[in-house]
T-cell receptor
Framework: KAGVTQTPRYLIKTRGQQVTLSCSPI?????VSWYQQTPGQGLQFLFE???????NKGNFPGRFSGRQFSNSRSEMNVSTLELGDSALYLC????????????FGPGTRLTVL | QQQVKQSPQSLIVQKGGISIINCAYE??????FPWYQQFPGKGPALLIA?????SEKKEGRFTISFNKSAKQFSLHIMDSQPGDSATYFC??????????FGTGTRLQVFP
């Protein structure tokens, strides 16, 4: 099976812009979670989607949003980018039979200038 | 109460030695404790995980020791190899289904 894929792998944006990141989970996985990884804050949970519904949300401002499509693919959007949003954004998917086990993608490296 | 504290921040071990990374938590609702390994430029990969009903779990050279009363768990890497050089994260998950990660330990294994 192909692993979790994330596109694009690298992005450079400027402050005030918005960005959309995409995640394709492992085939058959219906749960998708997003995480932000920075050197200072480590790995922080953004949100989780299951069958197109947001099931959990972390402590991030409303500028961070996401959605999941009927094929389980997910997107996250960050509006009005700030310098502090520069990070590696990781997507992880889980099979519905074992939602504890998360398989991570390689991440999207976002740089905000 | 949602934090998972991980130590040390970095660890240098000689090839063949034992690497030990420790984590502590406060929230007694946590019931799943995985360890992840991350190489530069890659996403974290699940290494081994444990639930509180057992005190130890071993998979190859990797062992998790779990102390429920102390609310601590640790990862032991036996016979450490240069290929084990990576960043290791402990994590915990409870009834909110969110994975809470430790701050990471950078392990370097020298030949």
């Amino acid at each position: 099976k192909a692993g979790v894929t994330q596109t694009p792998r690298y992005l450079i944006k400027t402050r005030g812009q918005q960005v959309t990141l995409s995640c394709s989970p492992i085939s058959g996985h219906r749960s998708v979670s997003w995480y932000q990884q920075t050197p200072g804050q480590g790995l922080q949970f953004l949100f989780e989607y299951f069958s197109e519904t947001q099931r959990n949300k972390g402590n991030f401002p409303g500028r961070f949003s996401g959605r999941q499509f009927s094929n389980s693919r997910s997107e996250m959007n960050v509006s009005t980018l700030e310098l502090g949003d520069s990070a590696l954004y990781l997507c992880a998917s889980s099979p519905w039979t074992d939602t504890d086990t998360q398989y991570f993608g390689p991440g999207t490296r976002l740089t905000v200038l | 109460q949602q934090q998972v504290k991980q130590s040390p921040q970095s660890l240098i071990v000689q090839k063949g030695g034992i690497s030990i990374i420790n984590c502590a938590y406060e929230n007694t609702a946590f019931d799943y404790f995985p360890w992840y390994q991350q190489f530069p430029g890659k996403g974290p990969a699940l290494l081994i995980a444990i639930r509180p009903d057992v005190s130890e779990k071993k998979e190859g050279r990797f062992t998790i020791s779990f102390n429920k009363s102390a609310k601590q768990f640790s990862l032991h890497i036996m016979d450490s190899q240069p290929g084990d050089s990576a960043t290791y994260f402990c994590a915990a998950r409870g009834n909110t289904d969110k994975l809470i990660f430790g701050t990471g330990t950078r392990l370097q294994v020298f030949p």
